[in-house]
């Protein structure tokens, strides 16, 4: 791929149907904003340098709302034995996911080619898609379908429906009866600690019952050998959205959970002598105090909260997560502190937010980034 002008190209997805994804459509009619904006497909963009950013093919969407609708979440797994390849998911009642090729011309001109037909991801409504290089060199596609009331968790192996297995995670934890009457698979994220070498190891977040699931994968001829091996019970009623682990070598067993029912974060630690999670910390806030009063609208709609993703700065160092109805991103430093006595390294988060910024429009749903060489 081309266009040395910028560092990154990014992929941004989108809501192409008006009312969509939000949980309090049924029973409070929708949070009020212009139904009449709504995304036109999948956009791309380059990030220079500078840090600038700017629309590539003069912001025509490269995958149109007709070609493939609601495509709400993306995934750029970048290896495997094919050329780097953008997941898609199309988030509707018949969930649909399909891969694509990319190419980048001298011009920075972005295609994008179908790299096959549309697959079925096993459930309804899929938010979720990400990717893992599997053991043989081949990749692993996992998505989550959150309108699935069992809650399926789909796992596809080297983009061959032979080799797609879906899981179930059970009733949901009922904390709340409007949102978690069942499961609700959210989002799911490559472990980086693994048991086999032969092996992937993948949490999965369920919204709906309060926990995060975690599987050991092994690819079969024609099959996936799926394990369940430990699950992590959230605060209840918190409905954990999505997991991320710190992508500093040295901090990799930590990762930090949104929870977007409570509009929280939670830093977590996977153990490195059995492989298990475990909280070790409160669960902090991304509100103000006091927000909001009760005389205004966004108190009507779960008191204010309904936090969406958090991640990691490349570094480590930071968390920025957003939450939306107070419509910010957060910033938030990660506190080392090194216990001398017991020589145990803890983790916590510091509750005073470094900065607060404006969140991007509600018809933009995910985005993916790919480094150019």
Not at 94 to 120: I, S, T
Not at 345 to 367: D, F, G, K, R, T
Request: a negative charge.
């Amino acid at each position: 791929m081309n266009g040395s002008e910028y560092k990154y190209i990014g992929f941004i997805g989108c809501y192409t149907k008006p009312g969509q994804a939000d949980p309090f459509e049924g029973s409070h009619g929708g949070i009020p904003h212009d139904r009449s904006k709504i995304g036109r497909g999948v956009l791309a963009i380059g990030i220079d340098k500078n840090g600038r950013l700017s629309y590539l093919n003069n912001g025509a969407p490269v995958i149109k709302a007709e070609d493939l609708p609601n495509p709400s979440y993306l995934s750029f797994n970048g290896h495997g034995r094919d050329q780097a390849r953008l997941c898609v998911v199309s988030e509707l009642e018949e969930g649909k996911w399909r891969p694509f090729r990319l190419e980048l011309d001298r011009n920075n001109h972005v295609k994008l080619q179908a790299a096959g037909e549309f697959f079925d991801t096993g459930g309804s409504y899929p938010c979720h898609v990400t990717n893992a290089l599997g053991p043989d060199g081949a990749d692993f596609t996992f998505i989550c379908n959150y309108g699935e009331e069992k809650g399926v968790f789909s796992i596809i192996y080297n983009y061959n429906t032979l080799g797609q297995k879906s899981v179930s995670f059970g009733a949901g934890s009922r904390a709340n009866l409007t949102r978690q009457q069942n499961s609700h698979a959210h989002s799911s994220c490559v472990a980086p600690l693994t048991t086999h070498a032969s092996s992937v190891n993948v949490c999965a977040v369920d919204l709906g019952s309060d926990s995060i699931i975690q599987f050991t994968l092994t690819p079969k001829t024609d099959d996936i050998e799926c394990i369940e091996t430990g699950r992590l019970a959230a605060p209840a009623g918190s409905g954990p959205r999505s997991l991320m682990f710190n992508p500093n070598p040295a901090l990799r067993n930590i990762a930090i959970v949104s929870l977007e029912m409570t509009a929280e974060l939670w830093l977590i630690r996977m153990r490195p002598h059995d492989g298990c999670l475990e909280g070790i910390c409160n669960p902090v806030s991304l509100l103000p105090n006091g927000w909001p009063g009760d005389d205004t609208t966004e108190s009507q709609f779960n008191r204010g909260r309904w936090a969406s993703d958090a991640v990691w700065s490349p570094d480590g160092k930071y968390v920025y997560a957003a939450a939306r109805l107070h419509d910010t991103i957060s910033v938030f430093k990660l506190n080392y502190i090194v216990d001398g006595y017991r020589q145990l390294a803890s983790h916590s988060i510091v509750v005073e937010n470094l900065a607060a910024y404006a969140s991007c429009q509600a018809a933009c749903a995910a985005a993916a980034f790919a480094p150019m060489p």
